[in-house]
């Protein structure tokens, strides 16, 4: 599956993407950012406050118990703030 | 619905000709919005604003939003233009337009499509200040905003 990251939790993680391929455990949003969190520091810094992240699954608004599968393209980034 | 997402300018007035030329009757009323770069942020001097977006889900947050606001109003067409990359201050960074026979639907829609475009279209601001790039924080009043849509 591919992540994105934009604003501040890109600079955070320090990755603009990532490729993984889904661990079988992970079956939801919010089981992706514990497999994340879990393996660097850099993301759990940069998840440390769920509250203040927005996440879209397949370029549609999701949220932390959204299904998500092998081939999906996963997006994290703050409320936007565009216009 | 015309929706770009481009790094350079744009004339307004060329954009809203092509918005009238390309609605299925003569509009009676075209509305327009623009949004430019201000000088300030909580009263600190601003000198550049740097806009981020997330190419291929914006288009298509824009779409929905364009497609969204046909269903509640009767428009003719509509237009929204959103830059991104580095702007200075008094720089056009959006417009959006909704063309209509009568004027209210093309007054409310181009308000909705703001409003949905505030919260709903991932672009994010970074502001320029005293030499240090700082990313702007989402506003309660933009999402309390939408409520009065009553979606």
């Known amino acids: 599956m591919r992540i994105l990251y934009f604003s501040w939790l890109k600079e955070k993680i320090g990755l603009n993407s990532q490729e993984i391929i889904k661990p079988k455990n992970v079956e939801t949003v919010d089981d992706l950012i514990t497999f994340l969190t879990e393996k660097s520091e850099k993301h759990k810094n940069a998840f440390s406050d769920l509250n203040s992240i927005k996440v879209s699954v397949n370029q549609e608004f999701a949220d932390l118990k959204t299904k998500i599968n092998e081939k999906d393209e996963i997006a994290f980034f703050p409320p936007v703030t565009g216009g | 619905m015309i929706v770009k997402v481009q790094e350079k300018d744009f004339i307004a007035e060329d954009e809203i000709q092509k918005l009238k030329n390309n609605c ?65 201050i008094g720089d056009q960074i959006v417009l959006a337009a909704s063309a209509s026979l009568h004027r209210n639907a093309a ?14 279209a991932p672009f994010w601001k970074s502001e320029e200040i005293n030499n240090q790039n700082k990313w ?9 905003a939408l409520k009065k849509w009553g979606d």
């Open chain 2, 24 to 88: 299925m009757e003569t509009p009676g009323a075209i509305n327009s919005f623009i949004g430019y770069v201000r000088n300030f942020s909580n009263n600190k001097k601003l000198t550049s604003l740097t806009i981020e977006h997330y190419a291929g889900m914006t288009e298509k947050m824009l779409l929905e939003i364009s497609a969204k606001a046909s269903q509640k109003w009767p428009l003719l067409g509509t237009l929204i233009i959103h830059r991104y990359g580095k702007l200075n």
């Open chain 2, 107 to 120: 007054f409310e829609s181009t308000q909705f499509i703001m409003d949905y475009l505030k919260t709903q």
């Open chain 2, 136 to 144: 702007v924080l989402s506003r309660k009043e933009d999402e309390q």
